[in-house]
T-cell receptor
Framework: GDSVTQMEGPVTLSEEAFLTINCTYTATGYPSLFWYVQYPGEGLQLLLKATKADDKGSNKGFEATYRKETTSFHLEKGSVQVSDSAVYFCALSVGETSGSRLTFGEGTQLTVNP | GAVVSQHPSRVICKSGTSVKIECRSLDFQATTMFWYRQFPKQSLMLMATSNEGSKATYEQGVEKDKFLINHASLTLSTLTVTSAHPEDSSFYIC??????????????FGDGTRLSIL
């Protein structure tokens, strides 16, 4: 079956540090890949996505590149801010219909200290 | 665009009460909505997939009679937790996927409902 594995958290960084959150996947088909962010007490917000190999998703300074050869979609940001503190979920979706389900990773808690 | 509204955001009620949670897509039509449950510091667990005008598809281990799902229109799905007990306390999140459009459009999530059963 499909699965997503994220690096274990929590991750604690100082402001302006470099961030990497690793994500690898296994999929029965050709997946689309997503990163979602969840702030405390809220639902999930789509951060970025990539739908085919070598695509790079980017948003708000975050980036992730779809690497088919290593089945990875690592999230990076060059300089984190306190406001980036949240839980980050890597996810995949396989299928061509609008009913495709998401498979989530375990989530990684990020805390950025001033 | 692509806003999903979930209501209520928080519910506290007595054991044995039935609780209804609404999920609305405000600016798009969603043929498919999803209901998730999230335990503290854990990932989202898909409970069921809701398709407009048809019966919901439940994941293994999720009680259909306990968690009633209705998707009466292209913009509204409801989850009713019947005869809720303390073990049903959790954070429930819905999401919606826009009808048609490009392959593998992302799901858009509501802000969740914190359900506490006393």
């Amino acid at each position: 079956g499909d699965s997503v594995t994220q690096m274990e958290g929590p991750v604690t960084l100082s402001e302006e540090a470099f961030l990497t959150i690793n994500c690898t996947y296994t999929a029965t088909g050709y997946p689309s890949l997503f990163w979602y962010v969840q702030y405390p007490g809220e639902g999930l917000q789509l951060l970025l996505k990539a739908t085919k190999a070598d695509d790079k998703g980017s948003n708000k300074g975050f980036e992730a590149t779809y690497r088919k050869e290593t089945t990875s979609f690592h999230l990076e940001k060059g300089s984190v801010q306190v406001s980036d503190s949240a839980v980050y979920f890597c996810a995949l979706s396989v299928g061509e219909t609008s009913g495709s389900r998401l498979t989530f990773g375990e989530g990684t808690q990020l805390t950025v200290n001033p | 665009g692509a806003v999903v509204s979930q209501h209520p955001s928080r519910v506290i009620c007595k054991s044995g009460t039935s609780v209804k949670i609404e999920c609305r897509s405000l600016d798009f039509q969603a043929t498919t909505m999803f209901w998730y449950r999230q335990f503290p510091k854990q990932s989202l667990m898909l409970m069921a997939t809701s398709n407009e005008g048809s019966k919901a598809t439940y994941e293994q281990g999720v009680e259909k009679d306990k968690f009633l799902i209705n998707h009466a229109s292209l913009t509204l799905s409801t989850l009713t937790v019947t005869s809720a007990h303390p073990e049903d306390s959790s954070f429930y999140i819905c999401s919606a996927r826009a009808a048609g459009g490009a392959q593998n459009q992302p799901q858009h999530f509501g802000d969740g409902t914190r359900l506490s059963i006393l």
